[in-house]
């Protein structure tokens, strides 16, 4: 079983950065895809980066620019570095393997504020 533990959380003020990071035990790590969902109040829980065992990357449209996700194989880590963060990225963020049947992390609380 893969097991996933993300860090980074906070509360940051609109126009800031946060990075988080996930470290993976269980898989051997370089041959995987990684991932990040997020999910807001009120809302499902949304897919919106993503980085193949290659290290290509795929966002979904309202992070495009903004967020960077990247990963150290020998750290067994993926991060996200997100800048110019807005109210509106507040949400409980999740690393996840192995897509939506797979395995998840606890979360990890982001809070855009003043």
């Known amino acids: 079983q893969v097991q996933l533990v993300e860090s980074g959380g906070g509360l940051v003020q609109p126009g800031g950065s946060l990075t988080l990071s996930c470290v993976a035990s269980g898989s051997v790590f370089s041959r995987d895809t990684m991932g990040w969902y997020r999910q807001a109040p009120g809302k499902q829980r949304e897919w919106f980066a993503t980085?193949?065992?290659?290290?290509?990357?795929y966002y979904t449209d309202s992070v495009k620019g903004r967020f960077t996700i990247s990963r150290d194989n020998a750290k067994n880590t993926v991060y996200l570095q997100m800048n110019s963060l807005k109210s509106e990225d507040t949400a409980v963020y999740y690393c996840?393997?192995?897509?939506?049947?797979?395995?998840w992390g606890q979360g990890t609380q982001v809070t855009v504020a003043s």
């Open positions: 980085i193949t065992h290659r290290g290509t990357t």
């Open positions: 996840n393997w192995g897509g939506t049947d797979g395995s």
